[in-house]
């Protein structure tokens, strides 16, 4: 009877061993459980959304495709001149892709207000901040906490003279010396009969007006318009008046005489006496004004004088402003000089997009442009002619 049992027990072991074994056979012959399906889904998901994840990591980057923000920090902001300067700023802004916020004290003696807002454009860490300084002496603190933040910094318009090495990366702004030797070239053929004609017996007097001799814009402005015009004179021309620009050659004895007054105290009534006094002398055939100062000066002592100038006397200013402008209209001025504020705006701009990119950057002239009786009220000039 136990055999008979052991013997069950044995045919059931292996029927119930072989079922397993079927069993375990049909799984290995079946599909995939939905499972291995749904990690190879995932798989291909991640796959394809890879190459977007790429992209945005490269458009972050400021030189693939986002854009430069820029701080530009300006001497005021009401001021035409100044709003030239944002127009440019804005042109530059759209067509280099940045984002730029424009800003300026109420008035150009507003040095604390100034620093304020260097100090806040600073603290946004911007990629890079533009910069007509007031007072540099009041701002060096800030223009090192700058350098150490790496933020670069490129000075316009008179920008930051006497700043810490290494803190401004480059200045967009006028060449005075070339703006003024400008005015000597379109002043000079109007002129050139009575150079050539004059002799050490009978010479021709250019005088020179400039409201100081120690400001950097304005002593270049009088070196360049002296510089370039004794070299278009050509011979012996005598260079009187101040003793930082007197080149010593005897007045007596010169053909051409380049005459610098300076007044002793920058007010309108010095100004004007300044400038009659050359109007007087009666060897005069020119006379230049280095700055919108100057060239008021020149103009209030013509009508003091019941306005001489014109075809014996020709005046040249530098600048703009209502007075300058009407006076080149009824032709009491031959022409004048501008700066242009436009580009002042938009390569001061320009340079800061190239230093926030790691870019080499330079000093730019931003040019200056020559106005008289014909394009004085023209399209091409008007953002150049402030009031």
């Known amino acids: 009877m136990k055999k008979d049992i052991s013997k069950l027990a044995l045919i059931l072991s292996m029927f119930f061993a072989f079922t397993a074994c079927g069993g375990n056979q049909q799984a290995a012959n079946e599909p995939a459980p939905a499972e291995t399906t749904e990690t190879a889904e995932t798989t291909e998901t991640t796959e394809a959304e890879a190459p977007a994840e790429t992209t945005e990591t490269a458009e972050s980057t400021p030189a693939d495709g986002e854009p430069i923000v820029v701080e530009v920090v300006a001497k005021g902001f009401q001021h035409q001149f100044w709003k030239s300067v944002?127009?440019?700023?804005?042109?530059?802004a759209a067509d280099l892709n940045a984002t730029i916020t424009f800003q300026g004290p109420e008035n150009e003696t507003a040095i604390q207000e100034q620093v304020q807002m260097i100090a806040n454009a600073i603290n946004k860490q911007p990629d890079?901040?533009?910069l007509a300084a007031l007072d540099t002496t009041a701002s060096v603190d800030l223009l090192n906490q700058a350098k150490t933040a790496g933020i670069p910094i490129v000075g316009f318009d008179s920008g930051v003279p006497g700043a810490p090495e290494g803190s401004i990366v480059a200045n967009a702004s006028t060449d005075n010396v070339a703006a003024a030797a400008l005015a000597a070239e379109m002043l000079y053929p109007a002129i050139e009969e009575k150079v050539k004609a004059a002799t050490p017996e009978a010479p021709v007097r250019i005088g020179v007006v400039s409201q100081e001799v120690n400001s950097a814009s304005i002593s270049d402005r009088t070196k360049g318009f002296i510089d370039k015009m004794a070299e278009l004179c050509g011979g012996d021309v005598a260079?009187?008046?101040n003793d930082k620009f007197n080149n010593g050659v005897a007045e007596k004895g010169a053909a051409v005489i380049i005459d610098l007054a300076v007044p002793a105290k920058v007010t309108d009534s010095e100004g004007q006496t300044q400038a009659q006094t050359l109007l007087n002398k009666p060897d005069l055939i020119a006379i230049f004004g280095s700055n919108e100062f100057a060239a008021k000066a020149i103009i209030n002592a013509d009508n003091a004088m019941g306005n001489i100038l014109g075809e014996d006397i020709l005046g040249v200013g530098f600048d703009a402003g209502l007075m300058q402008k009407e006076a080149i209209r009824t032709g009491q001025l031959f022409g004048s000089i501008t700066q242009d504020p436009v580009q002042i705006g938009y390569k001061a701009v320009e340079l800061a997009v190239k230093?926030?990119?790691?870019?080499?950057?330079?000093?730019?002239?931003?040019?200056?442009?020559?106005?008289?009786?014909?394009?004085?009220?023209?399209?091409?000039m008007a953002p150049l002619l402030y009031d």
Do not use: F, L, P
Not at 86 to 92: L, Y
């Open 86 to 92: 944002n127009q440019g700023s804005d042109e530059a």
């Open 128 to 130: 890079a901040i533009c």
């Open 239 to 241: 260079v009187v008046g």
């Open 355 to 380: 230093a926030a990119r790691g870019e080499a950057v330079e000093d730019v002239d931003t040019g200056a442009k020559w106005y008289n009786a014909e394009n004085v009220d023209s399209e091409e």
